[in-house]
C-alpha cells in the first residue's frame, strides 16, 4: 500500500489543527485497505469533518471531548464513539471497510485523560535542536550545516503528520570523537560529556566515526523517551540520503516514545539498512500505534511541559504501560517495548520491593540485549559493569526522590549469584518481592562476566554491601562485611583488605546516592568502576587467622584500624565524588 506523500499529510493535519488543535486525547486511524475511504469524525464538542484517509495513511486524531466516527458501507452507515488514548484501523470485508479496535490492554477501561491548557490557547508542540557532527566529518561547516538542516526539516514534516509535534534547528556545534572507541554506548556518553545539553535543547550528533553497515547493529541510539541526546552513524559510502532520513525519523520516534514494531513497512522495524526506502511509492511512516504512542507523549510535552518521562502524568503512564506491554508479545526477541514498559512502572511508582523488581528486570534485559549480539559486540568485564549499572540507573531515574533504595537494592539483587541478600534479615523480605523463585537461573548466565576493576568477586563485595547499606544501615553492612573476612581467616581464602576495601566502598557509594550527593542520572551518565572502587592491589589478602592476629591483633587494634583508615581515605580521593 502506498502512503499519501508527506507534505499532503502535513496539510491536512494543520488545516485541523487550526479548527481543532491537539489537546488532550488522541485516537489514531489506519486504512489498511487498497482504497480511499472516507470516515466523517464527530466530536461531541464542536461540527463534524470529513476526512479522506488514502491506502495506507495512518492519521492521529487530537480532541479535548469524545469522539464518533461515521463511515459508508455496502449495507449502509456504519458508526461507534471511538475510545480515546486507542488505536483503530479500516480493513476490507465482504461488506466494505469496517473499522476495527486494535487491542493494546485494558479493554472496557475508560483511557480519557486530563491536561492542563486547552487545545484552542496552547500553541502547537515544538522540540529545538541542535545539530552536532564529530571532527570525521568530511564535509565544511557551511554544508553540513545545510544538509542536516534539511534533514531535520524533512524529519520535522514526518513527525508532524504522526504526532502533533515539530523539531526546529536553533544551534549547531562540532565535538571531538575518540578515535579508539568502538563501543557505541561509549560514543554517546562521549556527546554527552562534550555537547552537554543546555536548557530543553535536544541535541543530535552525527558521528562519522563509525562506517554505517546493515543488519541488527547500533545505527542510531538515545538513552530513551525525552532524553538529552540522540547519537547517529552517518558516515558511509553505500547509504542513500533517504536511509539516513529513515534512521533519524527512527530515533526521534523512540524520543517521542515510540517502539520496536513488527509492521515490516513501519519505520520502527527493528532493523533498518533494509533498502526498503530505496524503493518506488515506499513512504516513510509510522504504525498506528507508534502514533498513538507518540501523539500521547507529544502532548504531555505540550499541555503538561513534560520534560523527563518521569514528568508524565499517571494516566499516560498507565496508558502506555498497557501499549509497552502489550508490543512486547508481539517481538519476543526484542527487548525495547519490555524495557520501556519497565519505565512506566518505575515512573508510577509502588512499594520498596515493586520498584525494586523494576532494576533488577532493568538490568536483565539489558544483559539479555548484550549477550545477543555479536560475540565480539558483546560487553564484558568491567564494560559489562558499566553497561548494566548505567542502564539501571536511567530506568530508576524517573522515581526522582524515590530512586535511591530501589537502585542500590536492585543492583545489589540482581550482580550477586550468591543469594546473601536474601538471607539477611533487613533484606530478605525486598529481596524476595523483587527477585522471585526462578529469576537468578535465567538473569545470571546474562549478568556473569561482569567485574570491578578486573574482578567478579569485588563487584559482589561492592553492590552486596550498598544494597544492605541502603536497607538497613552503614554501621551494620560495615559490621556484616567485617564478620565475613573473620570468618574467611579460618577457611582457605583467608582474611581480604581487599574485599573489606570493595565493602567500604560500596557503603561509601550507597551514601552519596541515598544522601543526593550522586543522583541516579549521575551513574547514568559517568558510572565507571575505577571511579568508586581505591587502588587495591598493594593490600593485604588471603591471611589466616594466625598472619591476621599476628601482623594487626584484631579489629580494635591499632595497626588494623591504621589500615582501614588509609582504605577510607583513598575512597574519599576518588574522582566519582569529585562533584
Known amino acids: 500500500m502506498n502512503a499519501m506523500p508527506t507534505a499532503k499529510l502535513v496539510l491536512i493535519l494543520a488545516s485541523m489543527m487550526a479548527v481543532r488543535p491537539a489537546a488532550a486525547d488522541v485516537v489514531v486511524i489506519a486504512n489498511r485497505t487498497r482504497e480511499t475511504t472516507p470516515v466523517t469524525i464527530k466530536p461531541t464538542e464542536g461540527k463534524p469533518y470529513q476526512l479522506h484517509l488514502t491506502s495506507g495513511q495512518v492519521m492521529p486524531l487530537f480532541s479535548d471531548s469524545p469522539l464518533y466516527a461515521s463511515y459508508a458501507t455496502n449495507t449502509g452507515e456504519n458508526g461507534f464513539r471511538l475510545e480515546a488514548n486507542s488505536a483503530y484501523y479500516f480493513g476490507e470485508t465482504p461488506q ?7 487491542g493494546l490492554g485494558g479493554e472496557g477501561e475508560s483511557h480519557a485523560r486530563p491536561l492542563p491548557g486547552g487545545g484552542v490557547t496552547t500553541p502547537a508542540g515544538r522540540i529545538d535542536v541542535k545539530i552536532c557532527v564529530d571532527e570525521e566529518e568530511p564535509l565544511r561547516k557551511s554544508l553540513w550545516t545545510q544538509k542536516l538542516r534539511k534533514r531535520v526539516d524533512m524529519a520535522s514534516l514526518i513527525m508532524l503528520s504522526h504526532s502533533g509535534m515539530t523539531f526546529r534547528v536553533v544551534a549547531t556545534e562540532t565535538w571531538n570523537s575518540d578515535n579508539s572507541t568502538k563501543d557505541f554506548t561509549k560514543s554517546l556518553k562521549e556527546l554527552e560529556t562534550e555537547v552537554p545539553k543546555i536548557g530543553d535543547t535536544l541535541v543530535i550528533g552525527f558521528t562519522s566515526q563509525y562506517q554505517v553497515v546493515r543488519g541488527r547493529i547500533h545505527l542510531g541510539g538515545t538513552r530513551g523517551p525525552l532524553s538529552s541526546h540522540i547519537l547517529l552513524r552517518e558516515w558511509s559510502q553505500h547509504v542513500s540520503e533517504r536511509e539516513r532520513l529513515e534512521l533519524l525519523v527512527h530515533e526521534l520516534g523512540h524520543y517521542l516514545g515510540a517502539t520496536h514494531s513488527p509492521e515490516p513497512d513501519s519505520v520502527m522495524r527493528p532493523v533498518l539498512g533494509d533498502r526498503q526506502s530505496r524503493q518506488a511509492g515506499f513512504g516513510i511512516q509510522f504504525d498506528p500505534i507508534n502514533t498513538l504512542l507518540m501523539s500521547m507523549v507529544g502532548e504531555e510535552v505540550r499541555r503538561n511541559n513534560a520534560k523527563a518521562f518521569g514528568d508524565l502524568s499517571e494516566p499516560t503512564l498507565k496508558r502506555l504501560n498497557q501499549i509497552y506491554t502489550a508490543l512486547s508479545k508481539t517481538l519476543p526477541n526484542d527487548t525495547s517495548s519490555a524495557q520501556f514498559a519497565a519505565r512506566t512502572r518505575t515512573a508510577r511508582g509502588g512499594s520498596l520491593g515493586e520498584q525494586t523488581k523494576l532494576v533488577v528486570r532493568s538490568v536483565t534485559e539489558s544483559g ?16 559489562l559493569t558499566e553497561l548494566l549499572v548505567r542502564g539501571a540507573a536511567s530506568d530508576a531515574a524517573p522515581l526522582k526522590d524515590r530512586a535511591a533504595k530501589p537502585l542500590l537494592i536492585g543492583l545489589g539483587i540482581a550482580l550477586d549469584e550468591t543469594v546473601v541478600l536474601r538471607s539477611l534479615p533487613a ?10 523463585p526462578g529469576a537468578l537461573s535465567k538473569r545470571a548466565p546474562l549478568v556473569r562476566g561482569a567485574t570491578l576493576c578486573g ?21 551494620q553492612a560495615y559490621a556484616v562485611g567485617v564478620a565475613k573476612e573473620v570468618l574467611d581467616s579460618h577457611r582457605a581464602s583467608g582474611f581480604s583488605f581487599v574485599d573489606l576495601a570493595a565493602d567500604r566502598a560500596g557503603i561509601r557509594f550507597a551514601r552519596a546516592v541515598l544522601s543526593g550527593e550522586l543522583k541516579p542520572v549521575d551513574i547514568a551518565n559517568d558510572f565507571n568502576c575505577y571511579a568508586f572502587l581505591p587502588p587495591y592491589k598493594d593490600l593485604p589478602e588471603g591471611l589466616t587467622a594466625a598472619e591476621f592476629q599476628q601482623q594487626y591483633g584484631s579489629t580494635g587494634d591499632a595497626r588494623y584500624l591504621e589500615l582501614i583508615a588509609e582504605i577510607d581515605e583513598r575512597i574519599e580521593q576518588l574522582t566519582g565524588y569529585d562533584r
Open 368 to 383: 539479555r540485549v548484550n549477550q545477543s549480539l555479536p560475540e565480539g559486540a558483546r560487553a564484558t568485564g568491567d564494560e
Open 455 to 475: 574482578r567478579a568477586d569485588l563487584l559482589k563485595h561492592f553492590f552486596v554491601s550498598a544494597a544492605l547499606t541502603a536497607a538497613s544501615d552503614a554501621q
Open 427 to 436: 533484606t530478605g523480605g525486598v529481596v524476595r518481592e523483587a527477585d522471585p
Open 96 to 102: 466494505g471497510p469496517q473499522l476495527h479496535l486494535i
